[in-house]
C-alpha cells in the first residue's frame, strides 16, 4: 500500500467569512496568515514522527508555505504540481459568494445544485479541474514505491475534488464533504489492484485536541462501530461475527471508555439526545461508558444489528474461502451480488439502515434537526452495517463498501442539512468526518 495524505493549506485572510460572506479564492495567490503558519506548524509537528517519503504542493504561496512548513522535518523538498492549484474562477475570482449570487442567479444556482453543470465565465470547469487533479497526483503516486506516504498540500476544491474521485463518489457528493482547513484525509493506494480505500476525512484533531467539532445547526449523527473483540482483526484471527453475540475483550473495553472521553471533552455545551445500539452485547458495551456518563438510556435498534452471514457465521476467512471459493470470491469483489446461505444479502441490510434513518427521525420533535440546534445522536454498529450506512448517505454503490474503512471504536459524523438527495423534508447529510479514531491513536503513530 501506498499511503496517501491530503491536505488543505492553512488559513488566509481570506477564510473567514462562511456562507454569503465567503470569497471566491482560486487563483489569486495571497499569502498565509499568522493563524495559518501555526496550523501549518501544529500539522507539522503532528506529522513529524511519521516518515514521509515526498511532499506535493499546489504552486500558490499559501500551499507552498503550508506544505514547506510540512516538509521540514522531514527534509524532503516541496515538489509544486501545476495540476494541483486551485480553480479558477474566472469572473468571480476575489468576489463574496452574495454578489456572484445576484450577478449571476441563474449560474449561481446551478452551482449550488451540481457544481459539474457549469462553466464558470472566463474560468474552467469543475470536471476539468478533477481531471488535471487526479492526474497530477496519479503521476506522482507513480514515482513511488510500496510502504511510502506520500503528503498533497492543496486547496479546498481541489481536496474536495479529489476525495470524491478517489473515493468513487457521485458528482452531487461534492458539497457533502467537508474540508477544512490544514485537515488531514488519509487513502491507501493498492497498485495491484489500482484501487483508493478511505482511511479516514476531515481529520482536524491535532488543532483542536480534546474536543469535538460543533458546526452549523443541524442535527448531528455520530456513527461509531463496537470495539474490539476476541474475533477481530488484530485479536487473532478475524472471524465473521454476525449474530454471534460476542462481549468486548480488554482492549475494547479500553476502547469504549476513550470514546465516551471523547465525545463528553466539550462538557455539557452540546447536548446528546439519545443512544442507539445495535442488540449484541459488544455494542452495548460500547455505549455504556458513555451511557453512564450522559445518565441516558441505551435504546436497542434492529436496524443497527450486524448482517446475517448465515453459514459463513464464526468461520475464519480462510475457513470461508476454503468452503464456498465462489461466494467468498464475490463477496470481495461484488458483495451486492451476494446473499449468504440462511443469511441475509446487502440489500436486505440497507432496507433495514434505511428503516432506521426514517425511525430515528420520527422519534425527534419537529423536521429533524430544525428545531433542534446542536443536537447529536450516537449510533452504535457493525462495520459492515456503518460500512453500508456510510455508503447509503453518500450514495456510493454497495460494491463499493471495501473502499470505507472502519475501525473499532472509530467513529463518523454526518449533519443533516441543505437540499439533497437522502433524509427527511428533502435534506441531505453533510460529512464532517469519516472513520475518526484520534482518541484511539497511540501517540508514537500520528498515522
Same mark, same amino acid.
Given at each position: 500500500?501506498?499511503?496517501?495524505?491530503?491536505?488543505?493549506?492553512?488559513?488566509?485572510?481570506?477564510?473567514?467569512?462562511?456562507?454569503?460572506?465567503?470569497?471566491? #479564492?482560486?487563483?489569486?495567490?495571497?499569502?498565509?496568515?499568522?493563524?495559518?503558519?501555526?496550523?501549518?506548524?501544529?500539522?507539522?509537528?503532528?506529522?513529524?514522527?511519521?516518515?514521509?517519503?515526498?511532499?506535493? =504542493?499546489?504552486?500558490?504561496?499559501?500551499?507552498?508555505?503550508?506544505?514547506?512548513?510540512?516538509?521540514?522535518?522531514?527534509?524532503?523538498?516541496?515538489?509544486?504540481?501545476?495540476?494541483? =492549484?486551485?480553480?479558477?474562477?474566472?469572473?468571480? $475570482?476575489?468576489?463574496?459568494?452574495?454578489?456572484?449570487?445576484?450577478?449571476?442567479?441563474?449560474?449561481?444556482?446551478?452551482?449550488?445544485?451540481?457544481?459539474?453543470?457549469?462553466?464558470?465565465?472566463?474560468?474552467?470547469?469543475?470536471?476539468?479541474?478533477?481531471?488535471?487533479?487526479?492526474?497530477?497526483?496519479?503521476?506522482?503516486?507513480?514515482?513511488?514505491?510500496?510502504?511510502?506516504?506520500?503528503?498533497?498540500?492543496?486547496?479546498?476544491?481541489?481536496?474536495?475534488?479529489?476525495?470524491?474521485?478517489?473515493?468513487?463518489?457521485?458528482?452531487?457528493?461534492?458539497?457533502?464533504?467537508?474540508?477544512?482547513? /490544514?485537515?488531514?484525509?488519509?487513502?491507501?493506494?493498492?497498485?495491484?489492484?489500482?484501487?483508493?480505500?478511505?482511511?479516514?476525512?476531515?481529520?482536524?484533531?491535532?488543532?483542536?485536541?480534546?474536543?469535538?467539532?460543533?458546526?452549523?445547526?443541524?442535527?448531528?449523527?455520530?456513527?461509531?462501530?463496537?470495539?474490539?473483540?476476541?474475533?477481530?482483526?488484530?485479536?487473532?484471527?478475524?472471524?465473521?461475527?454476525?449474530?454471534? %453475540?460476542?462481549?468486548?475483550?480488554?482492549?475494547?473495553?479500553?476502547?469504549?471508555?476513550?470514546?465516551?472521553?471523547?465525545?463528553?471533552?466539550?462538557?455539557?455545551?452540546?447536548?446528546?439526545?439519545?443512544?442507539?445500539?445495535?442488540?449484541?452485547? #459488544?455494542?452495548?458495551?460500547?455505549?455504556?461508558?458513555?451511557?453512564?456518563?450522559?445518565?441516558?438510556?441505551?435504546?436497542?435498534?434492529?436496524?443497527?444489528?450486524?448482517?446475517?452471514?448465515?453459514?459463513?457465521?464464526?468461520?475464519?476467512?480462510?475457513?470461508?474461502?476454503?468452503?464456498?471459493?465462489?461466494?467468498?470470491?464475490?463477496?470481495?469483489?461484488?458483495?451486492?451480488?451476494? #446473499?449468504?446461505?440462511?443469511?441475509?444479502?446487502?440489500? %436486505?441490510?440497507? $432496507?433495514?439502515?434505511?428503516?432506521?434513518?426514517?425511525?430515528?427521525?420520527?422519534?425527534?420533535?419537529?423536521?429533524?434537526?430544525?428545531?433542534?440546534?446542536?443536537?447529536?445522536?450516537?449510533?452504535?454498529?457493525?462495520?459492515?452495517?456503518?460500512?453500508?450506512?456510510? /455508503?447509503?448517505?453518500?450514495?456510493?454503490?454497495?460494491?463499493?463498501?471495501?473502499?470505507?474503512?472502519?475501525?473499532?471504536?472509530?467513529?463518523?459524523?454526518?449533519?443533516?442539512?441543505?437540499?439533497?438527495?437522502?433524509?427527511?423534508?428533502?435534506?441531505?447529510?453533510?460529512?464532517? /468526518?469519516?472513520?475518526?479514531?484520534?482518541?484511539?491513536?497511540?501517540?508514537?503513530?500520528?498515522?
Amino acid at each position: 500500500m501506498i499511503r496517501i495524505v491530503l491536505i488543505r493549506h492553512g488559513q488566509t485572510a481570506w477564510n473567514i467569512g462562511e456562507g454569503q460572506d465567503e470569497r471566491f #479564492r482560486g487563483l489569486l495567490d495571497m499569502p498565509l496568515a499568522e493563524t495559518g503558519v501555526v496550523q501549518a506548524q501544529v500539522t507539522a509537528d503532528h506529522l513529524a514522527r511519521c516518515p514521509l517519503a515526498a511532499v506535493y =504542493s499546489s504552486p500558490l504561496q499559501r500551499a507552498l508555505r503550508t506544505a514547506e512548513i510540512i516538509a521540514a522535518p522531514h527534509r524532503v523538498p516541496v515538489r509544486a504540481l501545476p495540476g494541483l =492549484s486551485s480553480m479558477n474562477y474566472g469572473e468571480w $475570482a476575489g468576489q463574496l459568494y452574495a454578489d456572484v449570487a445576484r450577478r449571476w442567479p441563474d449560474l449561481y444556482s446551478s452551482w449550488w445544485r451540481d457544481p459539474f453543470s457549469i462553466q464558470i465565465p472566463g474560468g474552467e470547469s469543475t470536471a476539468g479541474l478533477r481531471d488535471r487533479a487526479v492526474t497530477a497526483l496519479r503521476t506522482a503516486i507513480a514515482r513511488h514505491a510500496d510502504g511510502e506516504t506520500l503528503v498533497f498540500v492543496t486547496h479546498q476544491v481541489v481536496t474536495k475534488m479529489l476525495v470524491c474521485a478517489l473515493a468513487g463518489l457521485p458528482n452531487g457528493a461534492y458539497w457533502q464533504v467537508r474540508q477544512d482547513l /490544514c485537515n488531514l484525509s488519509r487513502f491507501d493506494y493498492d497498485p495491484a489492484t489500482d484501487t483508493f480505500t478511505v482511511v479516514g476525512l476531515n481529520d482536524t484533531f491535532h488543532l483542536t485536541p480534546g474536543t469535538f467539532r460543533v458546526t452549523g445547526e443541524g442535527t448531528q449523527i455520530i456513527l461509531v462501530r463496537h470495539g474490539q473483540t476476541g474475533w477481530n482483526a488484530g485479536a487473532g484471527s478475524e472471524r465473521f461475527r454476525g449474530r454471534t %453475540d460476542l462481549p468486548l475483550d480488554d482492549t475494547g473495553l479500553a476502547q469504549a471508555q476513550a470514546l465516551a472521553a471523547r465525545l463528553t471533552a466539550d462538557g455539557p455545551d452540546i447536548t446528546v439526545t439519545a443512544l442507539y445500539a445495535s442488540p449484541l452485547l #459488544r455494542a452495548q458495551q460500547t455505549l455504556a461508558p458513555l451511557a453512564a456518563k450522559l445518565g441516558l438510556p441505551i435504546q436497542t435498534h434492529p436496524g443497527l444489528l450486524d448482517i446475517n452471514y448465515g453459514r459463513f457465521q464464526g468461520l475464519t476467512h480462510v475457513e470461508a474461502a476454503d468452503l464456498y471459493p465462489e461466494l467468498y470470491r464475490l463477496w470481495r469483489t461484488a458483495p451486492s451480488r451476494v #446473499r449468504f446461505p440462511g443469511g441475509e444479502s446487502l440489500a %436486505d441490510l440497507q $432496507a433495514r439502515v434505511q428503516a432506521l434513518l426514517s425511525d430515528v427521525a420520527e422519534r425527534l420533535p419537529g423536521p429533524i434537526g430544525r428545531d433542534l440546534p446542536g443536537k447529536r445522536l450516537v449510533l452504535v454498529g457493525h462495520e459492515i452495517v456503518n460500512k453500508l450506512l456510510v /455508503c447509503t448517505l453518500l450514495g456510493l454503490d454497495l460494491d463499493q463498501i471495501w473502499r470505507i474503512r472502519q475501525d473499532p471504536a472509530g467513529l463518523d459524523l454526518f449533519q443533516q442539512g441543505g437540499p439533497g438527495l437522502t433524509g427527511r423534508d428533502g435534506e441531505q447529510w453533510l460529512v464532517q /468526518c469519516l472513520n475518526d479514531t484520534c482518541h484511539l491513536v497511540d501517540a508514537r503513530a500520528p498515522l
